[in-house]
């Protein structure tokens, strides 16, 4: 059974960081590209970073870039996220998602096939 389950999310102030996990089970961990999408309440999910299967091609949303870093630990079937800086507009739960193949874009949800039950990161100002 494919699982993904995020976790390290919570209530911060602005300027604070926080490092979110996404523990996989369930498949070959190692051999799928990886994705951090959030959602606000009333919006569409959007992107925030992606990498590939072994991690050395790294992608990342605009407004994230230079704040956010993404990352994997094969051996641990862990993708994390670290965020840095956070602003009240970063706020959202956070989902993670196993990409489709290499074949897709990373920048769209739709070339996801699984997702976690999300975790919520609020940012107060």
């Known amino acids: 059974q494919v699982q993904l389950v995020e976790s390290g999310g919570g209530l911060v102030q602005a300027g604070d960081s926080l490092r979110l996990s996404c523990a996989a089970s369930g498949f070959t961990f190692s051999a799928y590209a990886m994705g951090w999408f959030r959602q606000a309440p009333g919006k569409e999910r959007k992107f925030v970073a992606a990498l590939n299967s072994n991690g050395d091609a790294i992608y990342y949303g605009d407004s994230v870039n230079g704040r956010f870093t993404i990352s994997r630990d094969n051996a641990k079937n862990t993708v994390y996220l670290q965020m840095r800086s956070l602003k009240p507009e970063d706020t959202a739960v956070y989902y993670c998602?196993?990409?489709?193949?290499?074949?897709?874009?990373?920048?769209?949800?739709?070339?996801?096939?699984?997702w976690g039950q999300g975790t919520q990161v609020t940012v107060s100002s």
């Open positions: 998602g196993r990409k489709i193949d290499s074949s897709t874009s990373h920048y769209v949800s739709s070339s996801y096939i699984q």
